[in-house]
Each structure stands twice: as C-alpha cells, then as structure tokens.
C-alpha cells in the first residue's frame, strides 16, 4: 500500500471518529468488487472498471455519472474530496460532483514537471478539475508552489496539510537488528520515479566499499527485474534480500531490521516512508528533491542529490555516524511523535469542510465561464464536455429519480465503539 492509500485510510479513520460519515469510491483491484466494511465501519466502494497501467483506471468520461450519482444520492454526501492528479476516477467525480451542484475539494500528492509531453497534458488536465473547485490542500509546501504554477491559481485557495504517522505502529525495535551487519533498507514501489536506476547503479559500489553492509528492499514493480539481474551480475545475493510486495501492517517489522533507511526518488511531495522510518530510528538518507527537505529535522536526513557519486557518498557518511553509535533510535521516534499526529491532520481538514461548506453553488454559466478561460482551444473543448455532463445529469434525473434511489443505513458508530470498549474491559479483566 503506498502513501495516498494510507493517507486516505488514515485520515477517514480520524475523521469518522470525529462523528463525521466518510465512505471511499475506489477502482475494483482484482475480485475485490463490491462494497466492503474496513476498521469503525469505513465503507468502501470498489467500482467495477478496466485497468490501463499500474492500477490506474481508463478514463470513461460519463460512464462513471450513473454509479457516482447513485452513490452519492444513497450515502447522502455532501462534500466530494479527490485525491491525486494521476486518478481518472478523481477527476471525473470532481467534474460529476459539480454538476449536481455538491461542494468538492482536491489533495495533491504529486509533483510534476512542465516540458515533457506527459507533465504537459496532466498539467492541462488539472486546470481543467481545478478550475471548479472549492479548495485544494497540498502535502507539502513545494507541492503548493508546484499545483498553484500548474493549474494557474489562487494561491490563497490552497492549503498545506502534511501526512502524518501513527507513532504507536512504529517503534523501534534493536534487537531485531543484525549486529553483525548495517542494514539499508530500501521500501517503495519500484518503478522510474523512486529513483531506481540511481539505486541500482548505487548498491554494487556501497557494497564494494563498506564489506559489513547488506540491503533488504521492499516493494515490487517494473524495475525489480533491474534489482535481480544487478544482483546476478555483482554476486550479492548473500548482501541484497529482495522481499517484493510487503503488507502495509508488515512494513514495521521490515524497518525495524535496519540501521539506515535510503530513499532515492527522483519526485516527491512529501515521502511519507521517510516519516515511518524516522519514527522506527532509522537514521534517513535520501535525494533532495521536491518537499523531502521539509519533512524531517536536519539531525534525523543526510542529503544527497539525485546523482551517483553524491548518494555513495552520502550512504557512507550515514554508515560512519552508525558505527560511531550517533544514532539513538527511541530518541527520533519520540520527536516523530510530537511532530505528526493524524488528528491534528483530520482537524485541519476539517477546517478546509468547514470552509468550503460556506460557499455558495456557481450556476452552470459561471462554470462555463470559468472553463473557457483554460486555452483558446482547451477552453472551447472544456466547455464542451461541461455542458454534456450538464445534460447527462439531467437525462439520469428523469430516468432515475432521486425519489427512488434506496437510502443506505448509516454505520451504528457510538454502539460498535461502545462493544469494543466492553470487549477491552472483558479482556482486561480476564
């Protein structure tokens, strides 16, 4: 699971035990399809829907309004909040979602560029989503300068709300620890964007130079072939373990091997691995890219930039700090603890609700006019497809009434908290 997954999952969980009702619309993964009830009776929709490339959904414009609207209507929602630029299902509940007249606000999780064809294309597709919206809310401070350049906007309609951890989920752990060995340990999806050419070219040469330092990664994608084959060719199969996909639950138990967490994205917002690995006293080495000079204190990350040599040698420096013991693992976790907190994050958001709940409905025209100042061309295609969600949605009023769609029961909450709070005092007194 990676870190927009768990950002959703935990800041639902805060906010539903701040009594408010979250349910998430997802893509189908698998045959897992249907609704399903997570932890304080988070429901979960996972629409059917095809699969392009890396558990990303193929765009259907309208396709999606039927079920959306149906969704909605019997979950009685009233605020609409996407997450990531790179979701199609974002993107087009967003654009459904005002049609109907429903407050909605964005989370940007990404960076992204502005020269090359794929930058170019999301970039406009993104003007195209926020040129509608209540409010948008960046991981990162970097992230706010790079959305508000991207999607030409007001930068006082954008907030920064960082990721946070739960500290209680990661603590440190030494006797896990191989005395024999340092231990990097690396954990992300292995894909172009994490840095993995830079790691790959990387490991053969730390290795070489420090015969005492193994790597244990985790994560699974693409370039894991590029692991195998460097680890074939350098015969480091006794010093690199190669775990592949790693529940989210099991991520603590992998960390808490390890000495020195490394992270060598080429892009990130923010990097909420770095956080979890701080948070289990590993001391931090990562490139400095995008909002990752933000996220931790200078004594907890040693900086590299996205280049070979630098990143060598910013992996021995971290490994002579270990051997001299300056690292103290229960020390970083406690400063993690005051640092981050999910509800201190599901507090902010909620005053971005708040906000947002103020503001008045624009009328279709004044959406139209908004959308034809995204280009000359852009601006006439938006408006375009505004218009014919406008009459879809109209279309499904009169073939679906309101009237009819069953409302769902609400999740009995204060009575489920209540059981388990009797659970744990039967459990206490046994």
């Known amino acids: 699971m990676g870190g927009v997954e768990s950002h959703l999952y935990q800041l639902s969980q805060r906010l539903i035990q701040r009594e408010h009702k979250v349910i998430i619309i997802t893509h189908s993964y698998g045959n897992r399809t249907g609704v399903r009830y997570l932890t304080n009776g988070l429901k979960v929709y996972y ?22 609207r149906n969704i909605v209507k019997r979950e009685k929602i009233d605020i609409v909040h996407g997450h990531q630029a790179f979701s199609a299902l974002c993107h087009e509940a967003i654009l459904h979602s005002r049609t109907m007249g429903m407050k909605a606000c964005f989370t940007d999780h990404s960076l992204f560029g502005f020269a090359d064809a794929s930058s170019i294309f999301m970039n406009k597709m993104l003007k195209f ?46 006797g896990a620890q191989d005395p024999n060995f340092i231990t990097i340990v690396v954990a992300s999806r292995l894909v172009y964007r994490k840095g993995l050419d830079l790691l790959v070219a990387a ?133 993690i603890k005051e640092m981050y907190s999910w509800v201190n994050v599901a ?25 034809y100042g995204c280009g000359v061309w852009a601006g006439k295609i938006f408006c375009i497809l505004v218009a014919i969600d406008y009459l879809v949605w109209k279309f499904l009023e009169w073939i679906f009434p309101e009237q009819d769609i069953e409302i769902a029961s609400a999740f009995p909450y204060q009575k489920y908290k209540k059981m388990c709070q009797m659970a744990d005092k039967e459990v206490v007194n046994e």
């Open 203 to 335: 490991i053969p040469r730390i290795c070489q130079m420090h015969p005492k330092v193994k790597f244990i990664i985790g994560g699974d994608g693409p370039k894991r072939i590029d692991l195998e084959q460097m680890r074939e060719k350098y015969l480091l199969h006794d010093r690199i373990e190669l775990l592949g996909a790693v529940m989210h639950h099991e991520v603590r138990n992998v960390l808490t091997k390890g000495h020195i967490f490394l992270n060598t994205s080429l892009t990130e917002a923010f990097c909420i691995g770095i956080v979890e690995a701080a948070c289990c006293g590993l001391l931090v080495v990562s490139t400095k890219v995008g909002g990752v000079p933000e996220v931790l204190p200078k004594h907890m990350i040693i900086f590299a930039k996205p280049e070979e040599d630098d990143l060598v040698n910013a992996v021995a420096r971290a490994i002579e700090m270990i051997r001299l013991k300056e690292v103290i693992p229960i020390k970083f976790h406690d400063e």
């Open 347 to 371: 507090e902010r958001t909620e005053k971005v609700y708040d906000t947002i709940w103020q503001m008045r409905i624009p009328p279709l025209m004044e959406r139209l006019r908004r959308y």
């Open 47 to 68: 629409v059917p829907h095809m699969i392009l490339y890396s558990e990303a959904s193929m765009p259907t414009f309208y396709g999606f309004f039927p079920i959306f």
């Open 129 to 174: 989503t926020l040129s509608d919206l209540d409010h948008v809310i960046c991981v990162s401070h970097t992230s706010k300068e790079n959305t508000v350049l991207r999607a030409a906007l007001n930068p006082q309609m954008v907030s920064v709300i960082p990721n946070a951890v739960v500290a209680s989920q990661f603590k440190p752990d030494p």
